[in-house]
């Protein structure tokens, strides 16, 4: 207990380290306004009451936006134009801050929080692949949809990493030393979507998380789904990789030892996976699905116990993340909530579900969803790249299509999603009871 309360002393130390050095994550880039607008003028002018303080500015609309496209006493975000370093009041982008919630929008979210939790439990990443897209294609901000999943993700992440430590898959210590580079690399990510923000506001916001996504879903999730292909098909338990094994016999100061993983490998080969998944998860609330397999693949962990040990990770970055992101004012509480209250049962279903599964299945779930959400937010690229005006505008017949292909791909991900971790479950459930009689 002495050592643990050593090491989260270290952490903390560390966090503040890291803010103090990369500028810190709080407060949203200054050419970046919240509030609400409360008329527009003749003169093609607006005024806007700015959000805490309540002062009234003055803004000027660029010529190509109408009075129409103004949104009246909705809480919005506004980006500034900027000329060299001096922030003007000339307005370049408007987006609605806080989508409404209707009650169908409510079902939706407690369904998406429901499978994001299982797959949380089930693979240890905090399901945010599936759950940032989700509130993306329900009308949510890309940066608030980022922000508000951070939230979420560290009560959520702290439940499942008991669960899995109970029954003796997670390795906390090689859990916090990952937290503190993660940390850092929570920090950079915030920097990154903050200069998005401030340079092409909301649309740009969305196409950097869209691109993410589907640049590294389908690079690790083919990867992931072809390692599990051949573990199931040779009937082989997972093995550790040549990349791994290299590794751990190199030896620089600090060498680690972790009891629950089994491995001893030096600390400095820890740090970039540790960052890697710090900067996804504050850029696109996604670090699961690179800390999984760096934990498989580089530093090697088995699946279960990196899944489990993910989830420590995912706690410790997700408290310090969301405390960063608050300091922004960009969570939205609602969305925070709903989706909170549906994955905290999913993720005990799906801790439940590693005790009855062998190592590749876990693999073929986060490989298979990975690849259809993807699909999901690909069909989303040309809208963005229209609204920045980097390609013609769409048709609304071709944009009806687009948004059809990310909804149903979506969809699909989900079913996928709850069909193969309920059937996988089910089957070692009735094969351990069978065995026990």
């Known amino acids: 207990m002495k050592r643990l309360f050593i090491a989260l002393a270290i952490i903390l130390v560390c966090c503040f380290t890291a803010s103090a050095v990369l500028a810190g994550g709080g407060g949203p880039p200054k050419n970046l306004i919240k509030g609400f607008f409360l008329k527009v003028n003749p003169d093609h002018t607006a005024v806007f009451k700015m959000d805490v303080t309540g ?33 003007t ?4 982008h408007v987006s609605i ?29 905090g ?28 009560p959520k992440a702290m439940v499942g990493a008991y669960k899995r430590w109970k029954y003796g898959q ?24 903050k200069y998005i923000l401030d340079h092409w506001g909301n649309a740009g916001s969305n196409l950097y998380v869209s691109l993410m996504f589907v640049i590294v879903l389908v690079v690790v999730g083919g990867y992931v789904l072809y390692d599990a292909y051949k573990l199931q098909k040779g009937g082989k338990e997972t093995e550790t990789t040549k990349i791994a094994l290299a590794l751990q016999k190199i030896n620089i100061p600090p060498m680690i030892h972790f009891k629950q993983a089994g491995i001893t490998i030096s600390l400095w080969f820890t740090l970039p996976v540790g960052v890697a998944t ?8 996604v670090g699961g699905f690179i800390g999984v397999p760096g934990l498989i693949y580089v530093i090697g962990a088995s699946a279960v116990v990196a899944s489990a040990t993910e989830l420590v990770i995912a706690f410790v970055m997700g408290m310090w993340g969301s405390i960063q992101w608050g300091l922004s004012g960009l969570i939205d509480i609602r969305l925070t909530v709903l989706i909170l209250a549906a994955s905290l049962f999913g993720v005990q279903l799906g801790a439940l579900g590693t005790t009855y599964v062998k190592d590749y299945m876990i693999k073929v779930v986060m490989g298979a969803v990975m690849l259809i959400v993807s ?10 790249l229209a609204q920045l005006g980097l390609r013609s505008p769409l048709s609304p017949e071709t944009a009806a299509l687009y948004d059809a292909i990310s909804f149903w791909a979506l969809v699909a991900a989900l079913a996928a999603a709850g069909i193969i971790i309920s059937v996988a479950m089910i089957r070692g459930m009735l094969q351990a009871r069978a065995e026990g009689l």
């Not at 190509?64 to 922030?87: C, Q, Y």
């Not at 699909?375 to 963005?384: F, L, Q, T």
């Open 55 to 87: 002062v009234e500015r003055t803004l000027k609309l660029p010529e190509d936006m109408k009075a129409e496209d103004i949104p009246m006493n909705r809480k919005v975000l506004v980006t500034l134009k900027t000329e060299g370093h001096e922030i």
């Open 89 to 92: 009041d000339e307005v370049k």
């Open 97 to 125: 801050m806080f989508i409404d919630i209707p009650a169908s929008k409510v079902v939706a979210l407690l369904i998406v929080g429901l499978i994001g939790g299982l797959l949380s439990g089930f693979i240890g990443s």
């Open 127 to 154: 399901g945010a692949f599936v759950l940032t897209p989700s509130m993306m294609s329900l009308g949510v901000p890309g940066a608030v949809a980022v922000a508000s999943n951070m939230c979420h993700k560290f």
């Open 170 to 193: 997670a390795d906390v210590k090689l859990g916090l030393v990952m937290a503190i580079s993660a940390i850092i690399g929570v920090q950079i990510g915030i920097q990154i979507q």
């Open 278 to 285: 710090g900067m996804l998860a504050a850029t696109i609330a």
């Open 375 to 384: 699909v999901s937010r690909g069909a989303k690229i040309p809208e963005y």
